[in-house]
């Protein structure tokens, strides 16, 4: 069974930084890309950034790029987002997963940016 479980997301003010973690089992993580979604309340879920299954490459939004950096462990089948110079407008659920396939979404870790 696939599980996705987030962690890290919490209450920060604007400018302050944050360290998303998303733990994976149930496949093989490293045979694919993975991304980091959000979904704010009222919004739909969009895709903020991405990194390919050996790391060599990475993919940010626009809106996101510049302060937010995606790594990942493949010996810990982590994936992980630094989150630099959050803003308001960052705030939202995080989730990971994987890019076109999405397997069943995890619960989640909600990010909250005062202003």
């Known amino acids: 069974e696939v599980q996705l479980v987030e962690s890290g997301g919490g209450l920060v003010q604007a400018g302050g930084s944050l360290r998303l973690s998303c733990v994976a089992s149930g496949f093989t993580f490293d045979d694919y890309a993975i991304g980091w979604f959000r979904q704010a309340p009222g919004k739909e879920r969009e895709e903020v950034s991405c990194i390919s299954p050996g790391a060599g490459s990475t993919q940010y939004a626009a809106s996101v790029q510049g302060r937010f950096t995606i790594s990942r462990d493949n010996a810990k089948n982590t994936v992980y987002l630094q989150m630099n110079n959050l803003k308001p407008e960052d705030t939202a659920v995080y989730y990971c997963?994987?890019?076109?396939?999405?397997?069943?979404w995890g619960q989640g870790t909600l990010v909250t940016v005062s202003p």
């Open positions: 997963n994987v890019p076109g396939l999405l397997f069943k």
